[in-house]
């Protein structure tokens, strides 16, 4: 089992940046990547970043550019950072974490991240 535990969300104003951090903890050693989503009210998840734990991202076209993912040495956290915030960007953020040999990922519990015009 994985336990993911998300932070670092919070209100800001548009043009602002926030950065989230994803803890990883259990059997973590068999993790391959780990990632952000983000989802609103009424609409599918969707990708924002993933990372996997060699170090090679992969982002959404509208995180290229503003957002960067990265995973700590110890790979047991994965952060997002989130710059030139709009509010087209307001969303619950959640981490996953896949794990080799099992088909579907781990989720967080989600943090909120609001921008302001």
């Known amino acids: 089992q994985v336990q993911l535990v998300e932070s670092g969300g919070a209100m800001v104003h548009t043009g602002g940046s926030l950065r989230l951090s994803c803890a990883a903890s259990?059997?973590?050693?068999?993790?391959?990547?780990m990632g952000w989503y983000r989802q609103t009210p009424g609409m599918q998840r969707e990708m924002v970043a993933v990372i996997t734990m060699g170090g090679s991202p992969t982002y959404s076209h509208s995180a290229k550019g503003r957002f960067t993912i990265s995973v700590d040495n110890a790979k047991t956290t994965v952060h997002l950072q989130m710059n030139s915030l709009t509010p087209e960007d307001t969303a619950v953020y959640y981490c996953?974490?896949?794990?080799?040999?099992?088909?579907?990922?781990?989720w967080g519990q989600g943090t909120q991240v609001t921008v302001s015009s």
């Open positions: 259990g059997s973590i050693s068999r993790l391959i990547t």
């Open positions: 996953d974490a896949y794990e080799a040999g099992r088909p579907r990922p781990y």
